[in-house]
């Protein structure tokens, strides 16, 4: 559950993010310090406000150390959108890739689709309730009323006959008193097997393409919004169970509550205050300046995020787009470049830099048992839902430890990625055997080492196999 800003200090971002995250305490303290700095910035006067820009960080380091995870739980301990992209997309097709302004409409997307959330939760007990009062109304529908002659209209004959409407009246009485009497068995889930035939509006309505300078752009933009309410709501009918039937009417019914308009404005505000955009693989679209060849559109990449990146308007399907106060934490190794290699420009609007640690032997054992939600007990929890009992011994744990080190000092280092591939070698004969296998295996050294063993003592088999 998201805490409230005003008690996100520095220190409690850190400590939060230790919870998950081991070790890189530059990176916490750079990332928690631009966090505050929004709610600083919040409660500013009006004048002042506007001049306040994020200040962006680059976060330098070898893959796997939490350049990405620090990002994720950072949005998400603050309920921020986030989004994640890869600067490599914008590189694939002449001297500019996909259009880098579809970073800005999919933060947008995100946001809005949080805000919907959000306000969809808050009306679920009403939304249910309607959708309890359209399944009584399927279960027990109005009684048919007789159809009028046409020519009694047209001539002005005389209306229903009184018994005709008393009987009608009657009719009515009685479905409204059925319907009162499967209220609470409805209620109670007794009627939840029961087939019933309900009326639902089409999901999936055609969705168009936009084309741009830069190419054809997916903008997920369906007909419905573009012509507004000139093409009426499809509806069709279907034959559900009584519990899949309220489970569908109550989320239309949701929809109906909520403000759209509102959930949207609502959902623009909150990607130009609160946005995220963290652009990874930054590395790759840097590099000394050459004449020809990929270079060129590497540094074209570098000028189209700029703007962006500085603030500038972007226009989306839900209206303008201000970037100015997004925040843009930006990542990459550097192995074969360095930060001075991207354009001046950029590197200006990348004022903090951090770097990250290489994880070694002792960070792995912290990262298999400290976290919240470590490795070891994921795995654990996972074959426990078969009926296994997985007991990790201190050797075993320090056995894995010591072998991811040891692979990735020999060969190419990914981090704490290494973990999950040695952890899902030594787990295999264990999680194929499940449920039919053993109810409790401890994982030891030496059943660590003996599962590992061919591995370990063939070195090129290692590079493929982990």
Known sequence: MPIPMEELTPRRIVAELDRHIVGQAAAKRAVAIALRNRYRRSRLPEEIRRDVIPKNILMIGPTGVGKTEIARRVARLVDAPLVKVEATKFTEVGYVGRDVDSIIRDLVE????????????AVQDEARRLARERILYALVPEPQRPAANPLEALFGARGVEPATEGAARRDAEEASARREALRVPLERGDLDREVVEIEVEEQGLPMIEVFSGQGVEEMGVNLQDVLGGLLPRRRKKRRVTVAEGLRLLAAEEAQKLIDQEQAQREGVRRAEEMGIVFIDEIDKIAGPPAASGP???????????????????????????????????????????????????????????????????????????????????????????????????????????????????????????????VLEKVTEEISFAAPDGPRRVEIDGAYVRDRLRDVLRDRDLSRYIL
């Open 295 to 421: 270079d060129v559109s590497r540094e074209g990449v570098q000028r189209d995020l700029l703007p962006i990146i500085e603030g500038s308007t972007v226009g989306t399907k839900y209206g303008p787009v201000r970037t100015d106060h997004i925040l843009f934490l930006c990542a990459g190794a550097f192995h074969a470049s360095k930060p001075s290699d991207l354009i001046p420009e950029l590197q200006g609007r990348l004022p903090i830099r951090v770097e990250l640690e290489p994880l070694t032997r002792a960070d792995f054992l912290r990262i298999l048992t400290e976290p919240e939600n470590a490795l070891t007990k994921q795995y654990r929890a996972l074959l426990a839902t078969e009926g296994v009992d997985v007991v990790f011994t201190p050797d075993g744990v320090e056995a894995i430890a010591e072998i991811a080190a040891e692979i990735n000092e020999r060969s190419e280092d990914i981090g704490a990625r290494r973990l999950h591939t």
């Open 110 to 121: 995100v946001s809005v689709q949080m805000v919907r959330a959000e306000r969809i939760a």
